[in-house]
Nanobody, 124 residues
Framework: QAQLVESGGGLVQAGGSLRLSCAAS????????MGWFRQAPGKEREFVAA????????NYANSVKGRFTISRDNAKNTVYLQMNILKPEDTAVYYC?????????????????WGQGTQVTVSS
């Protein structure tokens, strides 16, 4: 059974960094686009970043552009999200997701597989 498991969340001060990992198991996701989403309390789930199957194409939400970097290691079936210059407004549960579409998409409904999420808290 395909499964995505996030790790690397935690508590960090504003201006700090965290690196999230998403380990996939049960199938190979090398042909899938992978994305990161986040959801803060009382808010809808929002797109953060996505990377294509080829590892060449990436897309970012304007709010994280220049601070976050998405990458993938298909040999390890793992996707990463390097988060730098964190701000209190980045506080949320971060979810990893996989989409069978080859085009990068920001729409949660186009992602087929989801992880359980990892909490990121940024203190001011």
């Amino acid at each position: 059974q395909a499964q995505l498991v996030e790790s690397g969340g935690g508590l960090v001060q504003a201006g700090g960094s965290l690196r999230l990992s998403c380990a996939a198991s049960g199938r190979t996701f090398s042909s899938y686009a992978m994305g990161w989403f986040r959801q803060a309390p009382g808010k809808e789930r929002e797109f953060v970043a996505a990377i294509g199957a080829s590892d060449v194409n990436t897309n970012y939400a304007n709010s994280v552009k220049g601070r976050f970097t998405i990458s993938r290691d298909n040999a390890k079936n793992t996707v990463y999200l390097q988060m730098n210059i964190l701000k209190p407004e980045d506080t949320a549960v971060y979810y990893c997701a996989a989409s069978p579409l080859r085009i990068l998409t920001m729409t949660p409904g186009t992602y087929t597989y989801w992880g359980q999420g990892t909490q990121v808290t940024v203190s001011s």
